[in-house]
C-alpha cells in the first residue's frame, strides 16, 4: 500500500537556519504530494503541496519539489524564523478506486526554532 | 476566512459508552472526512463522505463507528461502544471538491478511561 517516510524528530534550529525535512513515499501510481504543518494547539493546516513530478511547492518562504525519481519531497526554508516552530506533515493522496482523495501521512517532524 | 470547527476540544468517556464528535466544515465545501491520531503515532484516515453517503472508509472504521450529516451545516463521527484504543485525537476535515486541498479543524482529543 501507499505509505509516507517522514525523517524523525525533533529538529532544533536556531533562528535564520536553514531548514530540510526529509519525505520519501511509496505509491502504486502517480500521487498529490503535500506538506501539512500543524502550530500548538492547532488543527493541520495545508502549507504546501505538488501535484506531478517536478512541480515545486511554495509558501511562506518554504519550498519542496515532487522528485519522482527519488520518490521523495523534501521541505525546505532557506532562513527559519521563531514563529516556525510547529510539526510537519508529509502526506500523500491517491484517489482509491475513483472515489476520493484520502490523505496518507507520515509521522510528523517537531521542528523548535530557538532565539 | 472561512475554517473548519470541532466540538468539543477534549472528551473524556468511560469505556463503553457512546460519544459523538461534531464537526462544522466550511459552508461550500462537499467532501468531508475524518482522521485520527494516536498518541505518538501517524495521522490515520478513517471515513470519507460525500453526497451523503461514505465514499470510503479504512479498516479502522469498523461497526462501532458511524458518520452522519444531519443538517445542512454539522458533520458527526459517532462511536457507539468506546474502547480504550480509541483514545486519540480525532479531525475533521472537508474539501471543495476531489484532488483540492484538504482543510482541518483543530481536532477533538477523546479520552477513554
Known amino acids: 500500500g501507499d505509505s509516507v517516510t517522514q525523517m524523525e524528530g525533533p529538529v532544533t534550529l536556531s533562528e535564520e537556519a536553514f531548514l530540510t525535512i526529509n519525505c520519501t513515499y511509496t505509491a502504486t501510481g502517480y500521487p498529490s504530494l503535500f506538506w501539512y504543518v500543524q502550530y500548538p494547539g492547532e488543527g493541520l493546516q495545508l502549507l504546501l503541496k505538488?501535484?506531478?513530478?517536478?512541480d515545486k511547492g511554495s509558501n511562506k518562504g518554504f519550498e519542496a519539489t515532487y522528485r519522482k525519481e527519488t520518490t521523495s519531497f523534501h521541505l525546505e526554508k532557506g532562513s527559519v524564523q521563531v514563529s516556525d516552530s510547529a510539526v510537519y506533515f508529509c502526506?500523500?493522496?491517491?484517489?482509491?478506486?475513483?472515489?476520493?482523495?484520502?490523505?496518507?501521512f507520515g509521522k510528523g517532524t517537531l521542528l523548535t526554532v530557538n532565539p | 476566512e472561512p475554517e473548519v470547527t470541532q466540538t468539543p476540544s477534549h472528551q473524556v468517556t468511560q469505556m463503553g459508552q457512546e460519544v459523538i464528535l461534531r464537526c462544522v466544515p466550511i459552508?461550500?465545501?462537499?467532501?468531508f472526512y475524518w482522521y485520527r491520531q494516536i498518541l505518538g503515532q501517524k495521522v490515520e484516515f478513517l471515513v470519507s463522505f460525500y453526497n451523503n453517503e461514505i465514499s470510503e472508509k479504512s479498516e479502522i472504521f469498523d461497526d462501532q463507528f458511524s458518520v452522519e450529516r444531519p443538517d445542512g451545516s454539522n458533520f458527526t463521527l459517532k462511536i457507539r461502544s468506546t474502547k480504550l484504543e480509541d483514545s486519540a485525537m480525532y479531525f475533521c476535515?472537508?474539501?471543495?471538491?476531489?484532488?483540492?486541498?484538504?482543510?482541518f479543524g483543530p481536532g477533538t482529543r477523546l479520552t477513554v478511561l
Open positions: 502526506a500523500l493522496s491517491y484517489p482509491s478506486g475513483g472515489s476520493n482523495y484520502k490523505l496518507t
Open positions: 505538488a501535484t506531478k513530478a517536478d
Open positions: 459552508s461550500n465545501h462537499l467532501y
Open positions: 476535515a472537508s474539501s471543495v471538491r476531489q484532488g483540492a486541498g484538504q482543510f
